[in-house]
């Protein structure tokens, strides 16, 4: 009988969730990986099943759906799935100002940065809770650590609700066995900036802003596991951060404010 632990991760078919898989594949994990392309989470799970002997259950699913959540969580609970890592990793970012993009597309963002990963938790913690032990990482990012930008309205926005999420969920659970962090990496290489069209503006960036996302993987689980709440990723954004807590915040919205236009997507 298989008794290895198991971690369900959304957004495991390419970057930093495909880290995370690789990671906790090769720390004994066996994988719920989840995301739309099932291509891609088959040659995933068939390499990490080569490697690590790990066996990953597949669930191609879009959680831009409003009921996938209550799905997925069910599935898992009729096949005798006990989640003891949950990775809410799904996201993505929409490039312009507020007025710029649809509500729909607004919606559906928020659909997967805020509430899918909240559902997600609120179905898998309560198995956690009677088992007495279990793990969230709710990816975040050092811009919810900082001020907002003019465009890409809504990601800092998201990911500052999912950091002060995993804190509370952190401060209400940790007495029973469940430990919650926020992961907060900076720029990280993975096809993100592709999807949301800011792949010319990126590669200006200077070199030493890009994380690796096995790094970024690898050190928000050892976080998780030692109970750590937020965790910031490489030592470049560790120092923004603080910098950014000395600087009184009508600076640095002016200086935010000097490369905001550049975000900006021009109507057709």
């Not at 009677?130 to 990816?139: A, F, H, K, P, S």
């Not at 010319?200 to 993987?217: E, F, H, Q, T």
């Amino acid at each position: 009988m298989n008794h290895k632990p198991k971690a369900l991760i959304t957004g495991a078919s390419s970057g930093i969730g495909a880290a995370f898989a690789r990671d906790l594949a090769e720390r004994g994990y066996d994988l719920i990986l989840v995301a739309r392309r099932a291509d891609r989470l088959k040659d995933l799970a068939d390499q990490l099943k080569e490697q690590h002997g790990t066996a990953s259950t597949i669930a191609p699913v879009d959680l831009n759906l409003p009921n996938m959540p209550r799905k997925l969580a069910e599935a898992l609970k009729a096949r005798g799935q006990y989640v003891e890592m949950l990775v809410n990793n799904a996201g993505y970012s929409l490039p312009g100002h507020l007025l710029d993009q649809d509500w729909e597309q607004h919606r559906d963002f928020l659909q997967i940065m805020v509430n899918a990963p909240i559902e997600l938790s609120w179905h898998l913690l309560p198995t956690m809770l009677e088992r007495g032990r279990g793990n969230i990482i709710n990816v975040a990012s050092v811009a919810g650590l900082i001020p907002g930008t003019a465009g890409h309205t809504l990601y800092s926005a998201a990911k500052a609700f999912m950091i002060k999420f995993s804190q509370s969920l952190a401060l209400e659970y940790r007495d029973q066995g469940i430990h919650t962090c926020a992961v907060c990496p900076g720029f990280t290489w993975s096809e993100f900036h592709d999807v949301n069209g800011s792949r010319a503006l990126m590669n200006k960036m200077p070199k030493w802003m890009w994380l690796d996302s096995d790094r970024v993987a690898r050190e928000g689980i050892d976080a998780v596991l030692k109970g750590k709440v937020v965790q910031v990723s490489g030592l470049q954004y560790k120092a923004i951060h603080a910098i950014t807590k000395l600087l009184p915040e009508r600076l640095l919205l002016r200086m935010i404010a000097r490369r905001s236009a550049q975000f900006r997507v021009q109507s057709a």
